[in-house]
Structures are given as structure tokens and as C-alpha cells.
């Protein structure tokens, strides 16, 4: 199929795809995701089919306005009061809502209200709950931007919505609301932080069981990545040629000037600049095809944690 290139002034015409059954990629505030009317399954099973994604790795539905909640999922969180934002919820799923291949057949539903105004949009437009994953193929980096889509999705969805370069740059924050305390499944776009203000027992991690796609490797480049202290960067490099480096602009200044091969993800106090041009970063140079890439490695603070879990994930 020839995927169309849409932008914002064509939200009526992604819509109508989105209702007829197409695959439609669209920017989020964190990165782009594959949408597909998530109450039609044979939509929702051409989402798995051009990510190559395994099918018991439930989706993220995504909603234009919290009051629609109650169509998806029963009950509800307090932190819900976060959205709109880059924070996914685990509910109990309200029988029927979406189809069961949304969920792959769990008795939970993944949900998130995007902070985007386009993705807002195009999701009332549709009039249906939005289905959608990240739009890589499966075990990518995420995209970022609509040329990142194309460069793994071109010819197997009917269209991408570019809204130009995402914000966030890292996937929502996923958590498990049907328990309590909560427990962040998914480190992300929501600092913890910001979590423990307004649940400050919440639990982080544990069970990979209750998060299916913490199971597989995740937001690989071609290259393999390995993790480096900044001190060891201009070391490893200077062993090999081929070696690229994705580094604070504190580890570049310390490289050899005119070395190529160096991805910046910017200051090393700026965490948001780190989550930002992480994926874009990964995907830029794995083009120059290295022979490693060596990721610095980051403070565990702020969005520097989700930053930090994705390159563990690029390096296993
Ligand atoms: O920011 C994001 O979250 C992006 C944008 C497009 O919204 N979406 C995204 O979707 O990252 P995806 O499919 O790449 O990641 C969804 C994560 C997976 O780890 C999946 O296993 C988990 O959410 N998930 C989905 N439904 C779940 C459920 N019912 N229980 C536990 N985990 C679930
Ligand atoms: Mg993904």
C-alpha cells in the first residue's frame, strides 16, 4: 500500500481513515503512535501485523477526554487527575469497550489521555477509542518525528499525521492502578516524582507478568549499545574508529574535536533535552552503521530514569 503524508489541516481525512478500519500514525506529546480504532479487531490485528509485534503485548487506547473513561474501563484512579499527560493507567476493563486483541485478552485495559492537541483531534474526530502503540517496528527505537515512522512503518499503514517533532521524546509513564498502592510498570515521560505527590506509596517495578512488554528487548538500534561512565567515553572511542558515542555536551567537549560519530543528547542538568533527542539520537547513528554505540550513563533522577531504562533495554 502507499502510506499518505497528512498534515495537521488533513485531521478530517486521518479521521475518516481511522473509522473505515486504517492504521493512521499520529504524534503524541511523548512520541508517535500507530492508531487504529481500538472496539474494531481486525484494525487493531493490522496494528500487530505491521509492527511485527507479539500479540499477547497488550495496547495503550487512547482517549480525547477523560470523560471517556467509562466506555473503556470500570472504576477509576485518582491519578487520573495527571492527564491530559504521559501517563498511561491500568484499569479494569469495562466488558466490550475495545476488543479483546486491544488488550490481548487481559481483564485490564491500558489507557492514556495524550497533552496533544492535534492527537486530541484527530481521536474525537474519529469518535472512537484510539488504539495505539509506538509507531516502530517492534524492538525500534521509538519514533519522534513522522520521517522516523516512515523509515520503519513506508508502505504498511495507510498514512502518518505529521505534527512535526515530539516533545516528551520518551513513552508515557505506565502504571498499574488496579492495585493499591499503584506500581509504575513502565518507567516514562511522567517523572516518579511527580507520581509520589500525589501517591506517595506508589511501588516502582517487580512484575513482568502484569507488564507483558517489559518482556521483550526494546528501542534497539542495528548497532549494539553498551554503557560507559562520561569519564570512559574518549577511552573506548579513541580503541575504535568505528565506535560511535551518545554523550551530555560536558563527555563531547572532552572528544577529540571533528570525531565523528557523536550524538549529543545536550547539557548534562537538562534531563527533559535527554528524553527529547534520545530515540532521534539512536536512530541517527546507527545510519553511520558503527561497530558499538557507547551510551553514557546517566544520573537516576527525573526523566534521566526513563532515559536511563531505555538505553539498559537497547544494551541487554
Ligand atoms: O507514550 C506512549 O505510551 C506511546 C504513545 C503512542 O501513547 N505508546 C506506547 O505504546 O508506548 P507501546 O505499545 O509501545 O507500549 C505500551 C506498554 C507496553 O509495555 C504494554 O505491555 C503496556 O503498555 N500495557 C498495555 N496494556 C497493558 C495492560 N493491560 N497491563 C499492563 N501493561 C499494559
Ligand atoms: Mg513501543
Known amino acids: 500500500m502507499t502510506t499518505l503524508r497528512l498534515g495537521p489541516g488533513d485531521l478530517a481525512q486521518a479521521a475518516a ?8 500514525a499520529f504524534p503524541t506529546e511523548t512520541v508517535y503512535g500507530l492508531g487504529a480504532d481500538a472496539t474494531d479487531a481486525r484494525a487493531v490485528a493490522g496494528v500487530f501485523a505491521a509492527k511485527g509485534r507479539p500479540a499477547d503485548n497488550p495496547l495503550i487506547v487512547h482517549l480525547a477526554d477523560a470523560a471517556a473513561l467509562g466506555e473503556v474501563a470500570e472504576g477509576g484512579s485518582p491519578l487520573a487527575a495527571l492527564w491530559p499527560g504521559p501517563l498511561t493507567l491500568v484499569l479494569r476493563r469495562r466488558p466490550r469497550g475495545v476488543c479483546d ?7 485490564t485495559v491500558a489507557v492514556r489521555v495524550p497533552d496533544h492537541a492535534l492527537a486530541r483531534a484527530l481521536i474525537a474526530a474519529a469518535g472512537c477509542p484510539v488504539a ?45 492502578a488496579t492495585e493499591d498502592p499503584p506500581r509504575v510498570l513502565r518507567l516514562g515521560g511522567l517523572p516518579l516524582e511527580a507520581l509520589r505527590r500525589l501517591a506517595p506509596d506508589i511501588a516502582v517495578g ?9 518482556r521483550y528487548r526494546h528501542y534497539a538500534p542495528r548497532a549494539p549499545v553498551v554503557l560507559a561512565p562520561g569519564e570512559a567515553v574518549a577511552g573506548l572511542l579513541a580503541a575504535d574508529p568505528r565506535a560511535a558515542a551518545l554523550v551530555t555536551d560536558e563527555t563531547a567537549a572532552r572528544l577529540p574535536a571533528g570525531r565523528g560519530g ?25 545510519r553511520g552503521q558503527p561497530s558499538v554505540i557507547v551510551a553514557e550513563i546517566l544520573p537516576e533522577a527525573g526523566l534521566d530514569r526513563a532515559v536511563m531504562d531505555r538505553l539498559r533495554r537497547a544494551a541487554q
Open 17 to 24: 481513515i481511522l473509522r473505515r478500519g486504517g492504521l493512521v
Open 262 to 286: 557523536v550524538a549529543r543528547l545536550g547539557p548534562l542538568a537538562d534531563a527533559a533535552a535527554h528524553a527529547r533527542r534520545l530515540f532521534e539520537a539512536l536512530r541517527s547513528l546507527d
Open 101 to 107: 486483541l486491544a488488550t490481548a485478552g487481559l481483564a
Open 132 to 176: 495505539a502503540p509506538s509507531a516502530n517496528r517492534s524492538g525500534r527505537p521509538s519514533p519522534t518525528t513522522a520521517a522516523a515512522v516512515l523509515e520503519d512503518l513506508d508502505g504498511a499503514i495507510d498514512a502518518v499525521l505529521d505534527g512535526g517533532p515530539t516533545d516528551v521524546g520518551v513513552e508515557s509513564t505506565v502504571v498499574d
Open 206 to 214: 517487580g512484575d513482568a507478568r502484569r507488564s507483558p512488554g517489559t
